[in-house]
């Protein structure tokens, strides 16, 4: 009976495992065809146990980024801070985006602070470099901000955010 009950749990782990990756894969397909929409519905199928794990709160952010959703996102990305490995290479993207959050909801200092974090992870995201630059412009330090503007033209000089 020890063995059926052990084979019978190792099954419904087996199977919840297949189905987290199962939904992790089809937002990625239609992540990859811009269909955010129907990508965010795959994620949401995601079991509970999963759904709460950091890269499934980081795809989820993400496409609640890209549809405009963004107290969604915030809500996501926040979460994915407190449950993501301390080695995780995901940091910088985490603060980076909600940084862009932060701008869309116009809290510049709130933004600040998130790509300052952001580039703390990774001093070359350029995306965290060009929303610090428009942060500081923001904040009237016009010569400070075209620093980070060239910081970040340096390493990806056809950024068009950078750019103007």
């Given amino acids: 009976m020890k063995k059926f009950l052990s084979f019978i749990f190792l099954m419904c782990c087996t199977v919840c495992l297949i ?30 146990g ?17 549809l405009a959703k963004y107290d969604e996102a915030n809500k996501n990305f926040l ?8 080695n995780s290479p995901y940091f910088a993207y985490v603060y980076s985006s909600l940084g862009d ?9 709130k933004a600040m602070g998130y790509y300052q974090n952001a580039l703390k992870y990774q001093p070359e995201d350029v995306n965290a470099l060009v929303g610090y630059g428009f942060t500081l412009e923001k904040s009237g330090k016009k010569e400070s901000a075209a620093a980070y503007y060239k910081k ?9 955010a950078a750019r103007k």
């Fill in 79 to 86: 979460e994915a801070l407190k449950t993501m490995p301390k």
């Fill in 19 to 48: 189905k987290a990756q199962s939904c992790l894969d089809e937002s990625r397909k239609f992540f990859n065809s811009k269909d955010y929409i129907s990508a965010e519905h795959a994620l949401e199928k995601c079991p509970k």
């Fill in 152 to 160: 970040a033209l340096d390493i990806d000089f056809s950024n068009l």
């Fill in 101 to 109: 959050i932060a701008i869309q909801k116009r809290q510049i200092n």
């Fill in 50 to 66: 999963e759904f709460r794990k950091a890269n499934v709160q980081i795809s989820m952010g993400g496409i609640k980024l890209l």
